[in-house]
């Protein structure tokens, strides 16, 4: 059977050359606004990268180019990263819901989406699980 070809899909969401500082200082939200620069913080730290805001607001760390196996279509995309939304936090980690199942009980009150994790505010959460999760995402994208 031949191999599907890859193609590089174009996807809106890309990274600029806009301030992450300046970003997180827009957002209204005091308690939002602290988190998101606890966040910066917390993934500069594990991934050793700058930050880099893509589209208007997505902080993303490093640069992965991931392939559908199903497609064979491939997109760039970060390896980590967060946004402060409306609603809450929602960090990009790409985590195996399943497979971090018993960590994430031990995290406090979140939700989860495919390859997500949305939290209303850090102190809902315990940062050194949280630090865990982060770390284990990274090596997991790497």
Not at 73 to 99: A, C, H, Q, T
Request: aromatic letters at 6%; hydrophobic letters at 40%.
């Amino acid at each position: 059977m031949a191999e599907k070809k890859s193609k590089l899909a174009e996807i809106k969401t890309k990274p600029t050359s806009a301030s992450v500082e300046d970003f997180i200082n827009t957002v209204t939200d005091e308690q939002q606004r602290k988190d998101s620069f606890v966040l910066l913080e917390m993934m500069k730290k594990a991934t050793g990268e700058d930050p880099v805001l893509w589209s208007s607001s997505i902080i993303g760390f490093g640069n992965k180019r991931y392939k559908s196996p199903a497609t064979g279509r491939e997109v760039d995309w970060l390896l980590i990263g967060f946004s402060p939304r409306k609603m809450n936090l929602s960090l990009y980690l790409m985590v195996d819901i399943k497979k971090q199942a018993a960590v994430l009980k031990k995290l406090g009150k979140h939700k989860t989406g495919v390859g997500c994790l949305y939290i209303n505010k850090l102190e809902d959460v315990d940062l050194k699980v949280l630090k865990e999760i982060i770390i284990v995402s990274l090596k997991r994208n790497k």
